[in-house]
C-alpha cells in the first residue's frame, strides 16, 4: 500500500489489486448523473444561476459571514443538499459557520495534524469504493479498536469532519451521499464517558441541521448490550429522518449487504474486496496533506472564533 503521486492522476491510495482511494473533485458530466441531479435535486442550469444569485445575496447581507462569493462551486456545495432551497441553505451555512466559530472543538482549524492519532488508528476511515448507488462509505470504530484515552471524542469527531469537508466537495457525494458503517464491537463504559449530553446535542444537532452533506443511511455493526446505554442517550435528539435512517445489524452481515452491496465493502464487513488487514493509516494523512492548500482555504472561513 502507497501514496501514489502521478501527474496524470489525482493523488492516490493504491491498496493493491486494483483498489484505490481519490478524491474526485471533477464536476459531473454523466447522462446518468446530471438526470438524478434533475430528479432528486431540481438542477437545472436555471435553477442553478436563480439559487446561487438568491443565496450570494443573502450572504452579502449577513454582518460578519465571510465565504468566497466569487465561486460558485463552493455555493452550490451548500446548495445540493437542500436541493436548491436558498433560504433553507442560507440557514444551514449560518448554522454550520457558528459551529466553526467555537474555539478547539470539531470544525475550527482543520488539519491532518489535528487528528493525526484518528488517522494512524484508522477510527474514522473513508472506505475506497462507494455503494452501490454512489454513496461515500465512512467507516467508523467506536468499540475495542478506539483507544479513547488516546484518541479523545472530539478528535474522532474532528477527523470525521475533516474526511467529509475533502469528499464533501466531490460534486457525486454531493449528489448521491455519504452512509456510515459504525462498529460498536466491544464497547466499554470508558468510550460512552466519553460523549456527555451536552456534546451528543451538539454533534447530533450539526449533523441533522448544519451540515452540507446528504447522509442516505447510518449502519450500526457488532452491536452489543452496552450499545443500547449510548444509544439512549442518542435518541432523544435524534430527528424523524435520521431515526429512519439508523439501521442496527449486529452481527447479521446479510442484514448489512441488504443496504450495502457486498462487492462495495471489505472482507472485514463481508464484503468481497481486500484491504491490508494493518495497513499504515498515516498514508491517509499523506493524502490529505496533498490537498493542505484546500483545508488552510476553508479555514478562514465563517464567523469569528468564539470560545467553547
Not at 459504525?182 to 466519553?194: E, P, R, T
Amino acid at each position: 500500500m502507497a501514496l501514489r503521486l502521478e501527474d496524470l492522476h489525482a493523488p492516490r491510495i493504491d491498496f493493491g489489486n486494483g483498489i484505490e482511494l481519490s478524491f474526485e473533485l471533477e464536476e459531473y458530466t454523466d447522462t446518468a448523473a446530471i438526470g438524478k441531479a434533475s430528479r432528486e435535486l431540481r438542477e437545472t442550469p436555471d435553477k442553478v444561476t436563480a439559487s446561487v444569485a438568491e443565496l450570494r445575496a443573502l450572504i452579502r447581507a449577513e454582518q460578519g459571514l465571510r465565504v468566497p462569493l466569487d465561486k460558485d462551486a463552493f455555493l452550490v456545495r451548500f446548495l445540493r443538499p437542500n436541493k436548491y432551497q436558498a433560504d433553507s441553505t442560507f440557514e444551514m451555512m449560518k448554522g454550520y459557520y457558528r459551529m466553526k466559530a467555537r474555539e478547539n472543538f470539531i470544525l475550527d482549524n482543520l488539519s491532518t495534524e489535528s487528528i493525526k492519532n484518528a488517522l494512524e488508528d484508522r477510527v474514522v476511515q473513508v472506505l475506497p469504493k462507494r455503494d452501490q448507488h454512489g454513496c461515500r462509505i465512512i467507516y467508523k470504530e467506536m468499540g475495542a479498536k478506539w483507544n479513547c484515552s488516546r484518541v479523545s471524542s472530539v478528535e474522532m469527531i474532528r477527523a470525521t469532519n475533516t474526511l467529509m469537508e475533502m469528499i464533501g466537495r466531490e460534486p457525486r457525494t454531493q449528489l448521491h451521499g455519504i452512509v456510515f458503517v459504525i462498529n460498536f464491537d466491544k464497547l466499554s463504559l470508558s468510550h460512552i464517558g466519553q460523549f456527555s449530553p451536552k456534546f451528543i446535542k451538539s454533534i447530533v444537532d450539526f449533523g441533522q441541521k448544519q451540515a452540507p452533506y446528504r447522509i442516505k443511511g447510518i449502519h450500526i455493526v457488532n452491536n452489543a448490550r452496552m450499545f443500547n446505554i449510548l444509544f439512549k442517550l442518542f435518541r432523544p435528539f435524534l430527528g424523524k429522518k435520521w431515526s429512519q435512517r439508523i439501521f442496527v445489524h449486529g452481527a447479521d452481515r446479510q442484514s448489512l449487504h441488504a443496504h450495502i452491496d457486498a462487492a462495495c465493502l471489505p472482507s472485514f464487513l463481508g464484503g468481497t474486496y481486500e484491504m491490508l488487514p494493518e495497513y499504515d493509516g498515516a498514508v491517509v494523512g499523506q493524502l490529505l496533506d496533498c490537498y493542505k492548500d484546500v483545508l488552510e482555504e476553508s479555514n478562514q472561513y465563517g464567523y469569528a472564533v468564539e470560545e467553547k
